[in-house]
């Protein structure tokens, strides 16, 4: 017979405070110019970006300029809500099945959840039954914030409603669908956060100039590299190439919850080439993210560097107007342009044999001297 091995309890102690600060490197790159939505007048924004990888902000720079050189790129947003699932159990699938009905027309799910707070709004839900357990997801608009404690507290109180006035007991208040900070089909089809487009044409001429490529070169290796490679690969719902570095430098920089980049770095390049009005060969390229979780106010941003940094981008002032969501949208399209900025950059880097590995030696070895 084994041994059992004893387990020594050690008494839970505060957490002591570090000494010193970590500063990651910022820059601001930039400008893009951006057309927000249907917005007929282009802006110029800065784009703040804190990372270690610091070719990253040259090449966002070459991505940014190029923006401005074909007269803007156009941001749309798709969607915005943010999801939290909870998960109870019924007596049988058949209970559940039935109770589910029952629930579509309770109007107290609603009132519940929207009673938790006056910038909280149930917008949606939809359910699956896994055995005899529901799985209830339910999708929020948050206003400025980006949600996550809103959420749950909004999904808590529909929780203790369901488990007091039906026969279903708790399971968890995270049922794993919301899907927070994990990889999944469900975020990449029906979006968590911000769901946000940008896209722009580049004419061959300023392809070959700015970014030494040819539209076919670059949709060529977005079909071979981000659609086959990706499917080779196993990647779910999600076809790019880096989409991961600008969230992040972009989220640190911004105060937000870096941990989103999970879900964020989901998304697709498209690309075509097309023809301008002109009749000049160009290339089509647009950068489509599902999950882009930002806000203005919340938990990181008190300190004066973010506070800075949204300001800088017009994203700075908190709205009291649940109806105005404006500046948490906006924060969420001038991320999703850095992302743009530096897929296009790195996409036609990759065109040129040894250019990439040439360009951070170069740079790098810059920095260091």
Known sequence: MTKAASLSVVPAQKPQPAHGHIHVPMSLVGPALLYFGENEVA?????????????????????????????????????????????????SAHAAHALLRQWEQDGLIRKKAEGTGRFVTLEDWSARIIGRNIYLRMQFATAEAAGHNMATKASDAVLEYLCNEYPVTYVSVSGNMCVDKKVSAINSIAGRGKSVVVEGVIPESLCMERLKTTPEAIHNLNVDKNYMGSLAAGSLCSANAHYANMLLACYLAAGQDAANIVEGSQGITATEVVETEKGEKALYFSVNLPNIIVGTIGNGKEHEGVRQNLALMGCGSEQDDPEDFSKSQRLAMIVATAVWCGELSLMAAQTNPGELMATHVAIERAQKS
């Open 43 to 91: 802006e110029e924004v800065l784009m703040p970006m804190a990372t270690y990888e610091t070719p990253l902000w040259p090449s966002c720079g070459r991505g940014a300029k190029v923006s401005r050189q074909i007269g803007g790129v156009r941001a749309t947003l798709l969607s915005d809500g943010m999801t939290r699932s909870v998960a109870v159990k019924a007596e």
